[in-house]
């Protein structure tokens, strides 16, 4: 069964932008690295999430849901992206937020779950989101409603065929450019994206290394959850012969203390793009992603005859809800 006979929601921009980031180039006297940006998708202040909705959301309204459910931290980039596509959908949103503040600021991504009505329960950081979620999902079931339970980063095989279909608009715009990328680098979190950028990539014949580079965790951890995912993701679309473990390489040095944490270095990179491009990175996801691929330049990693991609997920409503983490770049 091929990518087409899946429902699909257009609530994304596409396609995104992909373009060189020349002065950034120049100034690192290194390769040319392009950047496709699907921090403007357009949904919501845009994002990678946007394009795993457009399957979920569909599959939500074959299945007449009433609420989409999902959960993250309170500075989730993605339940702000499913909250924005419930109300395209005519459906309520219900998100488990988990926080250890009771009382958290209202900003960033939480500030505009909160202007798009979403149902906001905050649990600490220790509770079963997972749990909460059923709970949530049975009450609605009870009060004769439709809930669609979305899992935390929308990681799901449904939703990993967003990056399956962005891996054939990526694809076309390299060749349409007459680019020969070598690599492509990109934040890791639950793995979603890794498992449709691998499966797309191989389906479609990208030709480059695919580096997920994770935001927590470990690569042994990444490698083996974006596997499983490509498995299922692979499974439903009737791939035979999907890509495996070995076929998936993940970057674990820019974790740094954790989850949200940024080093030193995810610093320097954001602080690097804005500088040179005028393109602002995340502190949590894309920020780590960019420093991976700085650090491979400088090193020599990346030879200066190769050509890199870039692909900035989004994040940056985060920007503004971690002042006091961004203190030493401003
Ligand atoms: C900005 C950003 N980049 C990357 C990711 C990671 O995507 P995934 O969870 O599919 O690995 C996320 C996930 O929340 C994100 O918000």
């Given at each position: 069964m091929g990518l087409t006979a899946f429902g699909r929601e257009r609530i994304a921009t596409l396609p995104t932008p992909l373009h060189d980031l020349a002065n950034l180039s120049r100034e690192l006297g290194g390769p040319r690295i392009v950047i496709?940006?699907?921090?403007?998708?357009?949904?919501?202040?845009?994002?990678?999430k946007t394009r795993k909705l457009e399957y979920l959301l569909a599959d939500a309204q074959v299945q007449s849901a009433t609420h989409l459910i999902t959960a993250g931290g309170i500075q989730s980039n993605h339940v702000r992206q499913t909250a924005a596509a419930a109300r395209l959908g005519g459906m309520q949103a219900a998100l488990v937020l988990t926080e250890?503040?009771?009382?958290?600021?209202?900003?960033g991504n939480y500030l505009l779950d909160l202007m798009l009505d979403a149902d906001c329960h905050i649990i600490p950081s220790s509770a079963d989101s997972t749990a909460k979620m059923e709970e949530l999902a049975a009450d609605l079931r009870d009060a004769g409603h439709v809930p669609y339970v979305i899992p935390v980063g929308g990681s799901s095989p449904v939703g990993a065929l967003g990056y399956v279909s962005a891996m054939l608009e990526l694809n076309n715009q390299l060749w349409e450019q007459g680019i020969h990328a070598s690599r492509l680098y990109h934040a890791a979190g639950s793995g979603g994206t890794q498992a449709g950028v691998v499966l797309g990539s191989a389906l479609y014949g990208g030709g480059y290394d695919v580096i997920g580079v994770a935001v927590s965790g470990t690569a042994d951890d990444k490698i083996a959850r974006c596997a499983e995912l490509t498995a299922e993701t692979a499974a439903l679309l009737g791939t035979e012969n999907p890509p495996g473990a070995d076929d998936v390489s993940v970057d674990?040095?820019?974790?740094?203390?954790?989850?949200?944490i940024p080093t030193e270095a995810t610093l320097e990179a954001m602080k690097t793009l804005a500088l040179t491009e005028g393109i602002f990175l995340d502190p949590v996801y894309t920020g780590k992603a960019f420093a991976a691929l700085l650090a491979d330049v400088r090193s020599g990693?990346?030879?200066?005859d190769e050509t890199v991609v870039f692909?900035?997920?989004?994040?940056?409503?985060a920007l503004f809800a971690k002042r006091a983490e961004l203190a030493p770049i401003i």
């Open positions: 496709k940006r699907d921090d403007l998708t357009g949904l919501a202040f845009g994002g990678n250890d503040n009771p009382e958290p600021d209202v900003q674990d040095t820019q974790v740094g203390e954790g989850y949200g990693a990346i030879g200066n692909l900035h997920t989004g994040g940056t409503p």
